[in-house]
Nanobody, 115 residues
C-alpha cells in the first residue's frame, strides 16, 4: 500500500513563494509512478495543477504556467511543487496523486495566499 504525505503549505502574501513536498512510502516502485499535484478551493471541484510522468515529462494548468514548477527526486521518493508569484486565487488544499496500477492520494496541505 502506497502512502503519500504532503507538506510545505502555509500562509503567504501575494507575490510570495512556497515549496510543497509529497513523500511516498510503501513501495520501491516510485520511479514508475505518474505523479501529479491537484488542488481544491472551497466550493470548487478538484483540479489538476501539474503533472510529471516517469520519464520526467511535465504539463501544467494554464493558470499556473510560468509560476509553478513540478519536479521529482526518485532517490528520495519525493515530488515537489515550487510555487512562485502566488496569487489569492491559488488558495486551496493541495493534494498529491500517484498512479501506477492504482491511484493513490495524500491527505492534502492547505495553501492560503492573503495579505
Amino acid at each position: 500500500q502506497v502512502q503519500l504525505v504532503e507538506s510545505g503549505g502555509g500562509l503567504v502574501q501575494p507575490g510570495g513563494s512556497l515549496r510543497l513536498s509529497c513523500a511516498a512510502s510503501g513501495s520501491i516502485r516510485f520511479r514508475f509512478f505518474a505523479m501529479s499535484w491537484h488542488r481544491q478551493a472551497p466550493g470548487k471541484q478538484r483540479e489538476l495543477v501539474a503533472a510529471i510522468d516517469n520519464s520526467g515529462n511535465t504539463n501544467y494548468a494554464d493558470s499556473v504556467k510560468g509560476r509553478f514548477t513540478i519536479s521529482r527526486d526518485n532517490g528520495k521518493y519525493t515530488m515537489y511543487l515550487q510555487m512562485n508569484t502566488l496569487k489569492p486565487e491559488d488558495t486551496a488544499v493541495y493534494y498529491c496523486n500517484a498512479v501506477e496500477t492504482q491511484s493513490y492520494w495524500g491527505q492534502g496541505t492547505q495553501v492560503t495566499v492573503s495579505s
